[in-house]
């Protein structure tokens, strides 16, 4: 089965083929346009310019897509589309185009949820994954803790009650003026540092429940730049703003895998999947791999190109849900 994948819910505008095969989706091509120079002067996504640049994108990232595969639109079983969540004017572009093209060409269309998406990037690389799963989907909009029991169906453990992790990276490296987005580059910069400025003191909740909370490190930080002198402008070689960057990334990695061992002996896990943006940070996959080994869990996370939104993850969860009978109904 050959599908198109398209995905567009805030800045990336991507489409994918995928070839659904007995042992596993094969990518055929994935083309993806960044919108991180239009965006990166506003330090983060500004939903209107994104929709606007999507509409101006979508038809050639398609073409693309079909010319790398060597693939002609009359060859394809399905299109597969993000359904949401996401920017809602940004969703609505390639949701459009996937609809228009469905119809004219009388292909099978599927809209899917975008996390279910992430969770399916895991599939490339892990196709014959045993479940239970936890699965930890990380990004700049999510900080999701999922039960799965398949590669279809999430169940929701815990998540973030503010920001999500991937905000911290961004808003930090704005604070310390590195660019966008600030994954990458912080990410970079804590590589090369020779210390740590220091622990971060993990969020307590009142009631006690389950949950994360990344908005009190974005503030923790702004005060460790206040008393900084300078650091603000000091750029990535700065040995200071490598440590400022190295103890966000121990904090980010350290509470986000605090809860995996808990959880997973209460839903008896076999595995552990790790997705999203956030799953591209270097610090996070060592230490994810450390805590599967020590659990006996089987871990799969998505090779970089395949954790940040793309539409290769939609098509290969596109490729195993129905599609919708009647699509063209009000
Ligand atoms: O999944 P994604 O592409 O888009 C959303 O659905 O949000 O994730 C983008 C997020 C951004 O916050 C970006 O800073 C973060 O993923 N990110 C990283 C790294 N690469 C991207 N965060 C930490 N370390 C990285 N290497
Ligand atoms: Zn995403």
């Excluded at 394809?76 to 469905?102: C, H, N, Y």
Aim: glycine share 10%.
């Amino acid at each position: 089965m050959l599908i198109l994948g398209l995905e567009s819910s805030c800045d990336d505008c991507s489409a994918a083929i995928v070839e659904e095969t007995l042992s596993g989706p094969v990518l055929k091509s994935l083309v993806r346009r960044s919108q991180d120079e239009l965006h990166g002067p506003f330090g983060g996504v500004v939903p209107e310019l994104a929709a606007r640049e999507h509409l101006l994108q979508v038809r050639g990232v398609i073409i693309e897509a079909l010319e790398r595969a060597g693939i002609r639109l009359a060859q394809l079983d399905r299109i597969a589309v993000t359904q949401g969540p996401g920017l809602v004017g940004s969703l609505l572009t390639t949701f459009s185009a996937a609809k228009a093209m469905a119809w004219r060409e009388g292909l099978p269309w599927v809209g899917v949820h975008h996390l279910l998406g992430h969770l399916n990037a895991a599939r490339f690389a892990a196709p014959d994954l045993a479940f239970p799963a936890l699965v930890l989907l990380v990004s700049g909009g999510h900080t999701h803790l999922y039960h799965a029991d398949s590669w279809t169906h999430l169940d929701l453990l815990q998540k973030t009650r503010d920001d999500a992790a991937g905000e911290a990276f961004d808003k930090t490296a704005r604070m310390l003026n590195l660019g966008y987005p600030g994954g990458p580059i912080v990410d970079a910069c804590a590589r090369e540092a020779v210390t740590s400025a220091g622990r971060f003191t993990p969020p307590k909740f009142r009631d006690g429940k389950p949950a994360w909370s990344f908005s009190g490190l974005k503030t923790g930080m702004k005060l460790r730049i206040q008393a900084e002198p300078g650091v603000e402008d000091a750029g990535p070689e700065d040995p200071r703003v490598q440590a400022l960057c190295r103890s966000l990334q121990e904090a980010v990695s350290a509470w986000l895998l605090k809860p995996i061992s808990g959880y997973a002996e209460a839903i008896q896990a076999r595995s552990f999947i790790l997705s999203g943006g956030v799953a591209c940070n270097s610090r996070l996959r060592a230490e994810a791999a450390q805590v599967a080994a020590t659990l006996d869990l089987r871990l799969a996370i998505p090779e970089p190109s395949l954790c940040t939104d793309n539409g290769a993850m939609i098509a290969a969860a596109g490729a195993l849900l129905e599609p919708d009978p009647d699509p063209w109904a009000a």
